[in-house]
């Protein structure tokens, strides 16, 4: 009667097809197959010693999940596009292993399981300046002692012209300011804290993009 879906009258977001989803329909891994640098960084602070839980959050087409659960770790993984978590389901079943995938907005997911590792890489700009706080403070709630959280941020630079190709959305969103993902984990340890500038070429016009890494620690 309301022309609704039950998931908009609950609050989540509609099943609408997202940006992500054209650029993943195609049987190309839009993002290649090559895990982050971060997968190994994690590698090196947390060696799967034991089954570590790890939750990916925006993981895309499942490169760095699918990587780090051969690795053996116990992987769960979300992201808003349908498509690329059918993708990524597709990777996990051809490198045989097991991720819980589900569908999730990080706008308005909030963690019930504890996890050793959160990883999230190329995503944060999606989450608005008011939520940050709330979003940051459920993960850094559900990681468990001694776990580590691995996030990058794009940030904002005078001398950085923005991206050519940048969605209405992401400017609204807001690109993060330098230091500013820094400071939500002023009270846990700093295992990495890094800034960097690198080329793009997405949309076809060379362009950079500045980014803040940070890993830090819940002791
Ligand atoms: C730049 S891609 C990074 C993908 C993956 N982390 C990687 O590095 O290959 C950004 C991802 O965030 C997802 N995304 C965008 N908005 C989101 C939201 N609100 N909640 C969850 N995922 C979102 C997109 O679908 C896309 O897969």
């Excluded at 990916?56 to 659960?69: M, P, Q, S, T």
């Excluded at 941020?153 to 993902?181: Q, R, T, Y």
């Amino acid at each position: 009667m309301l022309n609704l879906s039950i998931d908009s009258l609950l609050g989540y977001p509609s099943q609408s097809i997202t940006e992500y989803d054209k650029h993943y329909n195609s049987t190309d891994y839009y993002w290649g197959l090559v895990p982050n640098h971060l997968c190994y960084e994690i590698l090196r602070l947390k060696p799967p010693t034991r089954p570590y839980k790890v939750l990916d959050i925006g993981c895309g087409e499942g490169k760095d999940a699918v990587f780090l659960a051969r690795n053996g770790y116990h992987v769960s993984a979300f992201d808003l596009s349908e498509q690329g978590l059918s993708k990524a389901r597709a990777l996990a079943d051809h490198c045989g292993v097991e991720i819980e995938f589900f569908r999730a907005d990080v706008r308005d997911f909030r963690l019930q399981k504890n996890y050793d590792i959160i990883f999230s890489s190329g995503v944060f700009h999606y989450i608005p300046h008011e939520l940050r706080g709330a979003i940051i403070d459920n993960l850094k709630s559900h990681t468990t002692e001694n776990g580590i959280n691995v996030i990058n941020v794009f940030v904002k630079k005078p001398f950085i012209a923005l991206p050519p190709d940048i969605e209405e959305c992401e400017i609204d969103a807001g690109i993060w300011k330098s230091g500013e993902l820094l400071m939500y984990y002023h009270d846990w340890l700093f295992r990495k804290n890094e800034e960097r500038i690198f080329d793009c070429h997405s949309g076809g016009i060379p362009h950079q993009h500045c980014m803040d890494v940070l890993i830090t620690q819940k002791i």
